[in-house]
């Protein structure tokens, strides 16, 4: 088992920058490739980003693609998504997921998840 408690969402206006957070504990966390997701109230969950165990690999979504980071710190069990140039279609709970292997775009591959963090994004 893996528990995921995520960090860092908020309301900011658009421009703005949050780095949100996800603290692993239980099972060896660099034995998971991870990702974040996102809801919209109304929408399905979608793929924001991955990122391998080692860290060197990095996926995003087209949509968030060259202003957010992922990154990961496995000596503190946590994965990060930096968040830059945030606009209001951004506004969304984020859910971070642990995942068995590397490059997994759908929520259903993922097998841990945290409980989510809401980010609202004024115009």
């Known amino acids: 088992q893996v528990q995921l408690v995520e960090s860092g969402g908020g309301l900011v206006q658009a421009g703005d920058s949050l780095r949100l957070s996800c603290a692993a504990s239980?099972?060896?966390?660099?034995?998971?490739?991870m990702g974040w997701f996102r809801q919209a109230p109304g929408k399905e969950r979608e793929f924001v980003a991955a990122?391998?165990?080692?860290?060197?690999?990095?996926y995003y979504a087209d949509p968030v693609k060259g202003r957010f980071t992922i990154s990961r710190d496995n000596a503190k069990n946590t994965v990060y998504l930096q968040m830059n140039s945030l606009k209001p279609e951004d506004t969304a709970v984020y859910y971070c997921?642990?995942?068995?292997?590397?490059?997994?775009?759908?929520?259903?591959?993922?097998?841990?998840w945290g409980q989510g963090t809401q980010v609202t994004v004024s115009s």
């Open positions: 997921a642990a995942g068995p292997s590397w490059l997994l775009l759908r929520p259903q591959q993922y097998m841990y």
């Open positions: 239980g099972r060896t966390f660099n034995d998971y490739a």
């Open positions: 990122i391998n165990l080692s860290g060197a690999s990095t």
